[in-house]
């Protein structure tokens, strides 16, 4: 049993909330206890560290990535600077393609160093579980290749990878008009494939004018859901295809994205208990003028995740905490509503209920920061100093 005494808690349950003076029991992997330290009952012993009065949080969940992939997109960026716009950048070849070349061309080995420096980044802020799709191969190989660099990833780090089949993410230059064909002869028999290694956690697509229509996204749930695997759903991002509605009659997990979304996509979502995962790095970097209807989502209760989007297109950015900074300066989200995003609501984005709070119960797995108060997270423009992470139970400072 490890005792953590002296701290600030954030135990995400119902809000912050938040135990001054408090302490936590750890048993193994698990969380036994938790509550203020005067009321720790005495037949739990263990070895006490003393956390100086520190704020301990739930570690942070990054429900939302493309963290595997080759190359960069500076030169796309720059291009955008000069009045091209994503879509149109997207349509002339470059775009989710130019990453598609480049991931093709890269070896396994070469997408795992180039992902490491990434996920050691999210780890230092207290990161303990990543979300990482595929959907940069567009062939069968390369999706096979980059799920075996995201399981890989969560061998050689203390890190849970939850892996996201996106072969349905667009249309490869070969299948140019033929998106149908595209998913019959590629990317189904890929998720077939993917899925009988156990490389598949979930099933994710891209629901729009310049990836996949409703009906196709619905071929591609189907067969997810013949393999009995939770599908999400990049929704509602640069138009409305209600795309949401389409995942809450699927049972998706998430919704993601939703800066079109409508009052019917948010109503179907709460009824389905989807989660709304939004990622203001995307907005901000293809400089989306339309908000995400933050307001109707909390009018339906709706829970809202907030990630990173990790990509090289629309998100160049590792900083959950940065995320969530960027949630509440341009969504208006609370720093409550953001951090609840990066726990609690994330952990139900990724169908993980073991996880997201501090609570009897729950992996122990928790970030301990050089902070006092938990609106500090979101509120610094770029990370908050961790001073610890404990992954199962284990410190690894
Ligand atoms: O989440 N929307 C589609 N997929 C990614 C972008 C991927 C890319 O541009 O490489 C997203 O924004
Ligand atoms: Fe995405």
């Not at 050689?156 to 990878?161: D, E, F, I, K, T």
Request: proline share 6%; net charge negative.
């Amino acid at each position: 049993m490890m005792i953590l005494g002296n701290a600030t808690v954030a135990t995400m349950v119902g809000g912050y909330g938040l135990i001054a003076a408090g302490a936590m029991v750890l048993d193994g992997a698990q969380v036994l206890w938790v509550g203020p330290e005067a009321d720790l009952p005495p037949r739990f012993t263990g070895h006490r560290h003393d956390l100086g009065g520190r704020l301990v949080t739930p570690a942070l969940i990054d429900c939302h990535s493309h963290l595997v992939f080759g190359g960069h997109r500076a030169v796309e960026f720059e291009m955008r600077l000069q009045g091209a716009s994503y879509e149109a950048v997207a349509r002339a070849g470059g775009g989710i393609l130019s990453t598609v070349r480049a991931t093709r061309a890269a070896t396994e080995a070469d997408l795992l160093a180039a992902a490491l420096p990434r996920v050691d980044q999210m780890l230092a802020e207290g990161v303990t579980t990543i979300e990482i799709k595929s959907g940069y191969g567009l062939d069968i190989e390369t999706e096979l290749r980059m799920l075996r660099v995201a399981r890989r990833i969560g061998v050689l780090r203390p890190v849970h990878v939850r892996t996201t089949f996106l072969g349905a993410h667009a249309i490869p230059p070969d299948y140019v008009g033929r998106p149908d064909d595209y998913l019959a002869e590629q990317a189904i028999p890929a998720l077939h494939a993917a899925h009988a290694e156990g490389l598949v956690d979930a099933v994710d697509g891209f629901c729009e004018g310049i990836a996949f229509s409703p009906a196709q996204i619905a071929r591609v749930f189907a067969v997810a859901q013949s393999l009995g695997l939770p599908v999400k759903l990049h929704a509602e991002q640069l138009s409305n295809l209600h795309g949401a509605a389409l995942a809450a009659r699927h049972g998706a997990l998430s919704a993601d994205h939703l800066e079109y979304l409508d009052a019917d996509g948010a109503a179907a979502m709460a009824d389905a208990g989807t989660v709304a995962v939004i990622l203001p790095g995307a907005f901000y970097a293809i400089r989306e003028t339309r908000l995400p209807p933050i307001q109707l989502l909390r009018d339906h209760d709706v829970p809202m995740a907030v990630a990173t989007d990790c990509n090289p297109g629309t998100s160049p950015m590792t900083s959950l905490c940065l995320a969530m900074n960027m949630a509440c300066t341009l969504f208006r989200l609370t720093p409550e509503e953001a951090l609840l995003g990066t726990t609690t609501h994330a952990a139900r984005a990724l169908g993980l209920p073991d996880r997201g709070s501090i609570a009897p119960g729950q992996r122990a797995d928790l970030a301990i920061w050089q902070a006092s108060h938990p609106a500090e997270l979101a509120y610094r423009i770029g990370p908050t100093p961790l001073h610890s992470r404990i992954f199962g139970g284990r410190l690894d400072a």
